[in-house]
């Protein structure tokens, strides 16, 4: 999903994420294959992130682009944890920068380097588990920005988990956001391989036609 929730991998864990991910607006597809985001737990309650992607960018126009995208660094500290004080909680400081300027001219990333700097909850009801998220977006190059979503999962099966997402962003003032609704899915083949995946399409995007946007991955634990 596009909101960020508290959990870790574990000390000495890692967590890893392989996918294709995809954006499609009318005239023109943006598609991430194979994007690799990559978790280490150091510790318990500390996750170290780097993620990023090679991208290729078609438009009815021109041909095909490609290159490195956007890549991130973050770092989570879960500093509240369920068993002990009801509820899930971190912060999730993220850095987005690009190696190669070039990528921004060919329109395969953002200009500048951003700063998310957000805060997560998760909280079991029963079956069912609601995640928010909150936080700032700070930008070298234009606007700054809010972004927030909410997560609701719950689980079909022992191995299988499904989740509807909320997840946005607006100026400063609130206003001229993007807004989207995703739906995804989570199983588990085994201890070490899990599948997971999301369709969505966004319902409010004021600089640009609403895309329809995708994430089909397999997450390896070990």
Known sequence: MITDDPGTPGNG????NIAIVFEHRPNEWSIDTPQFDLNYGWGDHVQLNLQTAP????RNDHGGVGGLGGTEAAFKWRFLDEDRSGLDMSTYPRVIFNIFQSSVRRGLSEDGTRVQLPLEIAKKFGRLELNPEVGALLSTVGRSEWLYGIVAGTELTKKTEVMAELHGTSRSNFSQ???ALNFGWRHK?????????SFGHELRSPDAPPARIG???VQLVY
């Open 55 to 58: 991208t290729i960018l078609k």
């Open 215 to 217: 994430y089909f991955g």
């Open 177 to 179: 956001g993007v807004l």
């Open 13 to 16: 864990h890692w967590e890893n």
């Open 189 to 197: 083949f085994s201890e070490h391989v899990i599948s997971i995946g």
